[in-house]
T-cell receptor
C-alpha cells in the first residue's frame, strides 16, 4: 500500500523556468511533510518541510504547497538550475517519532 | 562537524548468511533511523533508535534487528539473508526527536548490499 505517491517518474525543465513536482498521500494521520533531494551515490538531503497546519512554506527558490483536502502537495523550484537535476523524494511523517514514509521519487532534469 | 558515515560502502553476501552494517551519527544527534531502498523505490523505514532504545519499527521481519550504542552510533543486523534483501541501506540521524518531530534527518551515503 503506497501511502505516499509520486506519479511522475521523471520531469524535464528548461533552465530558468519553474519546476513543479507533485505528491499525493492517502493517510490523513500524516502531520508533516518533507522533500528530499538525492544525487547519485549520496544519501538524500533535506530540502524543505511543511507542517499540516500550514498550506505554504518558502525557502529561497523552493516553495512547498499543501492542500489537505485534496491530500496533495507540490514542490516549486523557481528558477530551475542545472544543479537542481536530481531525484526528489516526497516524504510524510506522523506520530511521536520520526517514522517517515517516502514516495518512489521523481527524477528532475534541468536542461541548460 | 562530521556528517553521517556508514560502513562498509559495498557488501556481497550469499543467501542464508548474516550481515552487520554500521552507522556513525552526526555529532549531537541522539536519534538514528534505518531505511532500506530497493532499486527504483523510495527509502522504506526499518526502525528508529532513540537513546539506545528502539523507538518505532516498520514492516520488517524480526531477522532485521538493530543496536544503538552510548555514543549514538548504530548497527543494523540482518540474519538469514534473502535475495530480496539486496538494496541500499541508509542510515539517518537527527537531533532529539522529543524536542521536535519536524527535525530533518541527515542521511549517510548508504551501504549497497548484494545477496547472491
Amino acid at each position: 500500500d503506497q501511502q505516499v505517491k509520486q506519479n511522475s517518474p521523471s520531469l524535464s525543465v528548461q533552465e530558468g523556468r519553474i519546476s513543479i513536482l507533485n505528491c499525493d498521500y492517502t493517510n490523513s494521520m500524516f502531520d508533516y511533510f518533507l522533500w528530499y533531494k538525492k544525487y547519485p551515490a549520496e544519501g538524500p538531503t533535506f530540502l524543505i518541510s511543511i507542517s499540516s497546519i500550514k498550506d505554504k512554506n518558502e525557502d529561497g527558490r523552493f516553495t512547498v504547497f499543501l492542500n489537505k483536502s485534496a491530500k496533495h502537495l507540490s514542490l516549486h523550484i523557481v528558477p530551475s538550475q542545472p544543479g537542481d537535476s536530481a531525484v526528489y523524494f516526497c516524504a510524510a511523517g506522523t506520530g511521536g517519532y520520526q517514522k517517515v514514509t517516502f514516495g518512489i521519487g521523481t527524477k528532475l532534469q534541468v536542461i541548460p | 562537524e562530521t556528517g553521517v558515515t556508514q560502513s562498509p560502502t559495498h557488501l556481497i553476501k550469499t543467501r542464508g548468511q548474516q550481515v552487520t552494517l554500521r552507522c556513525s551519527s552526526q555529532s549531537g544527534h541522539n536519534t538514528v533511523s534505518w531505511y532500506q531502498q530497493a532499486l527504483g523505490q523510495g527509502p522504506q523505514f526499518i526502525f528508529q533508535y532513540y537513546r539506545e532504545e528502539e523507538n518505532g519499527r516498520g514492516n520488517f521481519p524480526p531477522r532485521f534487528s538493530g543496536l544503538q550504542f552510548p555514543n549514538y552510533s548504530s548497527e543494523l543486523n540482518v540474519n538469514a539473508l534473502e535475495l530480496d534483501d539486496s538494496a541500499l541501506y541508509l542510515c539517518a540521524s537527527s537531533p532529539d526527536t522529543r524536542v521536535s518531530r519536524y527535525n530533518e534527518q541527515f542521511f549517510g551515503p548508504g551501504t549497497r548490499l548484494t545477496v547472491l
